[in-house]
């Protein structure tokens, strides 16, 4: 595993960067105030080869690596990890599961739209009763025919409204618990399926989450992914690459507070000097720095695993954990560098504390990741 940037990678890099500072980075705090998700954004990443990035050639990818990916994702997540989750939610969470567990007529239909045409996917899985414990949730699938009936509702779906396709996690058999857990592909605008208001957050309010209801939606025995029973394996393996996302998030929206704190503490002079010349200042921007560093390793290395077709689901879960605690340490720490200023809406620190929050619980809570750990080095 190389520590050095490719000059493909390096490539990805300055394009995304330059796309970032033209497109995202004039309107983030606008966005942010007035809880506007901009498609235009998305479209734009997509245009530029991020959102498929990583996948298969064959439906319309880009053939790149997953490390190439969280490269390029970084970029966006320094300034605006709303915009970021909206893509990666589509990359990870809904094209790559279709992709790995889809049929080749699955993949046509539900898989080659994403790759070839700035669409947005979403993921099902979270009920306002089944977040960590997704044996419990409600919405469930009956067998009609060829068909399967679905009725239920999801909760914090990114995209959700903004979506062209989901995909849905049902109960087909609610004795079984976990292994009762059955996946659908679907179009988002399937009759039957109705969106809740946008949800009012702390955070990360240029991406959008509503709720999303099933009423007597009617799906064919073909849009079921994998086979019945397997649902709870598949959300949990795509979970997987999901977390390499996330703590793509933390890493950026990390190294973003810390450039925004040195530049500020460099301008920003008191005492007859600039406040960067304090030892203090200076031993906590030094602590920062390590850990923007050691995130960045552990997101690497987990990529690396997943390119290479290594186990990767211990280095995800540590991955995710690190990095969102690192992002919302050195935001925060951040925030204490501007003083008072950090605390007022005009300077962005703030604004990535409040994104940061976020990081730390979805995609399994830190908590959960802690389990995950656990449960890997024990066996």
Same mark, same amino acid.
């Given at each position: 595993?190389g520590?050095v ?6 490539a990805?890099?300055k394009?995304v960067?330059? %796309?970032?500072?033209?497109n995202i980075?004039p309107?983030v705090k606008e966005?942010?105030?007035?809880c506007?998700f901009?498609r ?6 997509y245009e ?6 990583f ?8 053939g790149g690596l997953v490390?190439?990916y969280?490269?390029?994702?970084? &970029?966006?997540c320094r300034?605006d990890?709303g ?8 990359s990870?969470?809904?094209a790559w #599961? ?6 080749e007529e !699955?993949?046509?239909? =539900?898989?080659?739209p994403i790759l070839n045409?700035?669409k947005?996917?979403s =993921?099902g899985?979270?009920e306002?009763?089944?977040g960590?414990?997704?044996?419990m949730?409600q919405?469930?699938?009956? *067998? ?9 509702s999801? *909760?914090f779906?990114?995209n959700?409204g903004?979506?062209?396709f989901?995909?849905?996690?049902t109960?087909?058999?609610q004795?079984k618990?976990?292994?009762g857990i059955?996946?659908?592909l679907m179009?988002?605008?399937? #009759?039957?399926i109705t969106?809740g208001? #946008?949800e009012?957050?702390m955070?990360i309010?240029t ?6 209801? %099933?009423n007597?939606?009617?799906? /064919?025995?073909n !849009?079921?992914?994998? &086979?019945?029973g397997i649902?709870f ?7 997987d690459?999901?977390r390499i996302?996330v703590a793509t ?6 190294q973003?507070?810390?450039d ?6 460099k301008e ?5 000097? #600039?406040?960067?010349s304090?030892?203090?200042l ?9 850990l923007?560093?050691t ?6 290395r987990a ?7 290594l186990?990767y ?5 540590q991955a ?10 050195v ?5 204490q560098?501007?003083? /008072?200023y /950090? %605390?007022?809406?005009? %300077?962005?620190?703030e604004?990535l504390m409040?994104d940061?929050?976020?990081? !730390?619980?979805?995609e399994?809570t830190? !908590?959960i990741?802690?389990m995950v750990?656990?449960?890997q080095?024990?066996r």
């Open positions: 595993m520590f940037l490719s000059d493909e990678q390096k990805v890099q394009v960067r330059e %796309f970032v500072e033209k980075v309107t966005r942010d105030e007035k506007i901009d235009k954004l998305t479209d734009g990443l530029i080869g991020v959102q498929g990035l996948h298969d050639k064959k439906y319309g990818g880009g490390q190439t969280a490269v390029a994702l970084e &970029e966006v300034h990890i915009i970021a989750a909206a893509t990666s939610v589509t990870c969470l809904y #599961p279709t992709w790995f567990y889809g049929t !699955q993949r046509e239909r =539900f898989l080659r045409g700035p947005l996917g =993921f899985l979270t306002p009763n089944a960590s414990d997704a044996a949730q919405t469930v699938a009956v *067998k009609d025919g060829n068909n399967y009936i679905i009725n239920g999801k *909760k779906i990114t959700a903004e979506n062209d989901i995909l849905v996690f109960m087909t058999d004795s618990g976990t292994k059955t996946a659908f179009e988002g605008n399937t #009759p039957g969106y208001r #946008p009012l957050k955070g309010n991406s959008m989450q509503r709720e999303v209801y %099933f007597d939606v009617k799906v /064919g025995k !849009q079921l992914l994998g &086979e019945e649902g394996r598949i959300a949990m393996k795509t979970l690459l999901g996302s998030q933390g890493v950026g929206l990390a973003g507070a810390l925004h704190a040195i530049k500020y503490t920003r002079v008191q005492f007859g000097r #600039p406040i960067a304090n030892q203090a200076q031993f906590m921007m030094a602590d920062m720095q390590n923007v560093d995130s960045r390793m552990l997101l690497w990529a690396y695993n997943m390119d290479h077709g186990p689901a211990l280095e995800a879960s995710k954990l690190f990095a969102t605690d690192a992002g919302m340490k935001a925060t720490d951040a925030v560098l501007f003083g /008072g /950090g %605390f007022i809406k005009d %300077f962005p620190v604004r409040r940061a929050k976020i990081a !730390q619980i979805y399994g830190n !908590q990741q802690r750990i656990a449960s080095i024990l």
